[in-house]
């Protein structure tokens, strides 16, 4: 029902700045959320930022807070996150992640069933 397409990772240098974008391709016209996450090799999936279309919701993990930025297209056709002030704890592969809205926009990855490829993030000292 949901494809995702992420896009604009790379290798940057401790308090450099990339901008991530996630296409999503809809097939069903219900209100979606939308969430980014980040793994590194041994750690569960960390949820970084949710935006909600049902009120217009925006959740921030606290290690990314003031510093990742997320918005939308109005239709959420795509999905931005923008990464300021990046340290080298921030590299990891970043997916893109998206439900149904449930109206509290949740960073837990069980909440979210369909993904991304994901795109590698790589903050060098």
């Known amino acids: 029902q949901y494809r995702l397409v992420e896009s604009g990772g790379g290798l940057v240098q401790s308090g450099g700045s990339l901008r991530l974008s996630c296409q999503v391709s809809?097939?069903?016209?219900?209100?979606?959320?939308v969430g980014w996450f980040r793994q590194v090799p041994g750690k569960e999936r960390e949820g970084v930022s949710c935006?909600?279309?049902?009120?217009?919701?925006?959740r921030y993990a606290d290690s990314v807070r003031g510093r990742f930025t997320t918005s939308a297209e109005d239709n959420r056709s795509v999905v931005y996150l923008q990464m300021d002030s990046l340290e080298p704890e921030d590299t990891g592969v970043y997916f893109c992640?998206?439900?149904?809205?449930?109206?509290?926009?949740?960073?837990?990855?069980?909440?979210?069933?369909?993904w991304g490829q994901g795109t590698q993030v790589t903050v060098s000292p």
């Open positions: 992640a998206t439900e149904q809205d449930l109206g509290r926009c949740p960073l837990q990855q069980s909440e979210y069933r369909f």
């Open positions: 935006i909600g279309e049902r009120g217009q919701m925006l």
């Open positions: 809809r097939f069903r016209s219900e209100p979606i959320m």
